[in-house]
């Protein structure tokens, strides 16, 4: 529909161009007419190139530099998610308590060795012939900080529930957990997501129809952007190969 608008537009314009130049005669409302439409279709091209190259480029710059902000952000909501799971055997769906673990919590640094030692029942079945069974032992080497190990001395997980460039700076990222039933078995699940419109409020309505419909390899599917889910064991985030590159 646009495009038969903006070639309408350009017919009446040429139409009445043409015909000023061959049929208007009065000289001194003729300049002032030609002006007038020299000065609309100047306007009228710079609005069709901006709605058709510079507003999507413009667009499509901008997403990339918000949504790589988001992405670590929900990078870092996973990592401090796996971490908590490790320990706590589920997944964490309170942002305070989240944090808390974070801070005061630690991982046990182990070690796996093998060993034998001697089958006592063996060993008198066999008439007190030794005899032996493989096990294997861990030993406890010591201990480390959850946040040491995910962040260091970057305190950034206090502000990861909340929303890069939202219209709202306390806008938070919705974060489930749960779960679901997989081989008879309760599998923990969490997902952490926002919706596009939130980080591109302020971009063209129309590019924001079109981005929440992409679906490819080179897109970020859906209308949000989110890692895990609710309905499958999965851990990952739904945005591409190219963008994880420049995490």
Same mark, same amino acid.
Request: charged share 25%.
């Given at each position: 529909?646009?495009?038969?608008?903006?070639?309408?537009?350009?017919?009446?314009?040429?139409?009445?161009?043409?015909?000023?130049?061959?049929?208007?005669?009065?000289?001194?409302?003729?300049?002032?007419?030609?002006?007038?439409?020299?000065?609309?279709?100047?306007?009228?091209?710079?609005?069709?190139?901006?709605?058709?190259?510079?507003?999507?480029?413009?667009?499509?710059?901008?997403?990339?530099?918000?949504?790589?902000?988001?992405?670590?952000?929900?990078?870092?909501?996973?990592?401090?998610?796996?971490?908590?799971?490790?320990?706590?055997?589920?997944?964490?769906?309170?942002?305070?308590?989240?944090?808390?673990?974070?801070?005061?919590?630690?991982?046990?640094?182990?070690?796996?060795?093998?060993?034998?030692?001697?089958?006592?029942?063996?060993?008198?079945?066999?008439?007190?012939?030794?005899?032996?069974?493989?096990?294997?032992?861990?030993? #406890?080497?010591?201990? &480390?900080?959850?946040?040491?190990?995910?962040? =260091?001395?970057?305190? *950034?997980?206090? /502000? !990861?529930?909340? $929303?890069?460039?939202?219209?709202?700076?306390?806008?938070?990222?919705?974060?489930?957990?749960?779960?679901?039933?997989?081989?008879?078995?309760?599998?923990?699940?969490?997902?952490?997501?926002?919706?596009?419109?939130?980080?591109?409020?302020?971009?063209?309505?129309?590019?924001?129809? #079109?981005?929440?419909? &992409?679906?490819?390899?080179?897109?970020?599917? =859906?209308?949000?952007? *989110?890692?895990? /889910? !609710?309905?499958? $064991?999965?851990?990952?985030?739904?945005?591409?190969?190219?963008?994880?590159?420049?995490?």
């Amino acid at each position: 529909m646009q495009y038969l608008y903006i070639l309408l537009v350009l017919l009446v314009s040429g139409g009445l161009l043409y015909w000023i130049n061959t049929s208007f005669d009065h000289k001194k409302y003729k300049n002032i007419v030609l002006i007038g439409l020299w000065s609309f279709s100047a306007l009228f091209f710079y609005k069709i190139v901006n709605e058709f190259w510079l507003g999507p480029k413009n667009f499509e710059s901008v997403k990339e530099v918000r949504f790589q902000k988001v992405i670590k952000k929900l990078t870092d909501i996973r990592d401090s998610e796996l971490a908590f799971r490790s320990i706590n055997g589920q997944f964490e769906d309170n942002w305070d308590s989240l944090v808390k673990f974070i801070e005061v919590d630690s991982f046990t640094l182990t070690q796996r060795r093998d060993s034998s030692v001697i089958d006592k029942e063996l060993t008198k079945r066999y008439g007190g012939v030794k005899t032996y069974k493989d096990i294997i032992i861990v030993d #406890t080497l010591g201990f &480390v900080s959850v946040r040491d190990s995910l962040f =260091g001395d970057d305190n *950034r997980y206090t /502000s !990861m529930m909340f $929303v890069p460039y939202a219209k709202d700076k306390n806008t938070m990222f919705e974060l489930r957990s749960g779960s679901i039933e997989q081989n008879s078995m309760d599998i923990p699940v969490f997902e952490a997501k926002i919706k596009k419109s939130v980080i591109l409020y302020d971009q063209d309505k129309n590019l924001m129809l #079109t981005e929440n419909l &992409v679906q490819g390899v080179n897109g970020v599917n =859906g209308n949000a952007l *989110r890692v895990g /889910s !609710m309905d499958e $064991v999965n851990t990952n985030g739904n945005w591409p190969k190219n963008y994880r590159k420049k995490e």
